[in-house]
């Protein structure tokens, strides 16, 4: 494949993948706005206490999220852009960009991996101090914010086989609330089931971004070389001299001398 060709090829995979990485982009500002907004989240974040360490988790989820989106967004614009101008300088804007959502999503990535259950602990965690509360204190407080978790998540309860209910607890589940399942599950299911999804798009991220900063240190190099495609140079017009004749070509020229002295 001629070299033209390539840069031609590579061009329209830029176009594509900033394609792609825009409804990337789409995807995780929408996840992090669910993560920080959404009911399931918010109602554990609002009766969490200041030990556990949910609270920072959710905010740091949040704004990882939003920054990230803002990376990718810039990143698929500015290449996008430079493909289409040829623009040295917005190509260089694009992979810096790119790179940096590659280092935040490795991070997030390397969090994930060194730190699989701490969220589903935390959030575990502070239903089980609501639960606790709620049934040895009977503060009609923790009894609402126990319904508020119990009625976002559909379940009730804790269901242990290795201990007997006591009354307060046995009465906490009854009529339609009696056939919901057992909290500790219906959270982890929830959780892993979201965790799951952010581990698909981190995943997905990191394949594009690698791919974005191949594509755009390739046509960066291209528009530096001077490798362009659909660009066949630029000509201007010089004004000629006033009183200066035009010449004629030199071959031109010496033919008609020869010409003329073989005609002597």
Not at 35 to 48: A, L, Q
Not at 142 to 153: G, H, M, P, S, V
């Given at each position: 494949m001629r070299p033209w060709n390539r840069v031609k090829v590579a061009k329209c995979q830029m176009l594509v993948t900033g394609f792609f990485v825009l409804l990337l982009s789409l995807s995780v500002a929408t996840t992090a706005i669910f993560?920080?907004?959404?009911?399931?989240?918010?109602?554990?974040?609002?009766?969490?206490s200041e030990k556990n360490p949910y609270k920072a988790m959710h905010h740091w989820a949040f704004y990882?999220?939003?920054?990230?989106?803002?990376?990718?967004?810039?990143?698929?614009?500015?290449?996008t852009a430079a493909t289409m101008r040829e623009a040295q300088g917005l190509m260089a804007g694009g992979f810096l960009c790119f790179t940096l959502a590659f280092c935040t999503l490795l991070q997030v990535a390397f969090w994930r991996f060194r730190n699989p259950t701490q969220v589903e602990n935390a959030v575990l965690d502070t239903y089980d101090l609501v639960y606790d509360q709620a049934m040895n204190s009977m503060s009609a407080v923790?009894?609402?914010?126990?319904?508020?978790?119990?009625?976002?998540?559909l379940c009730c309860g804790k269901r242990s086989p290795f201990s007997l209910l006591g009354s307060t607890e046995a009465d906490l589940c009854q009529g339609e609330e009696a056939a919901r399942e057992d909290c500790l599950q219906g959270i982890q299911n929830f959780l892993r089931t979201h965790e799951k999804i952010t581990s698909m798009l981190t995943s997905i991220g990191l394949a594009l971004t690698v791919y974005a900063i191949l594509l755009s240190s390739f046509l960066w190099f291209a528009i530096h070389s001077g490798c362009n495609l659909d660009r066949k140079g630029k000509y201007s017009l010089t004004p000629r001299a006033h009183g200066h004749q035009h010449q004629e070509p030199s071959l031109f020229r010496h033919s008609q001398g020869g010409m003329s002295t073989s005609t002597l």
């Open positions: 993560s920080y907004c959404g009911p399931h989240f918010t109602v554990i974040s609002c009766v969490s990882v999220g939003i920054g990230l989106t803002g990376l990718l967004t810039l990143g698929a614009a500015l290449s923790r009894r609402q914010e126990l319904a508020a978790i119990q009625d976002t998540f």
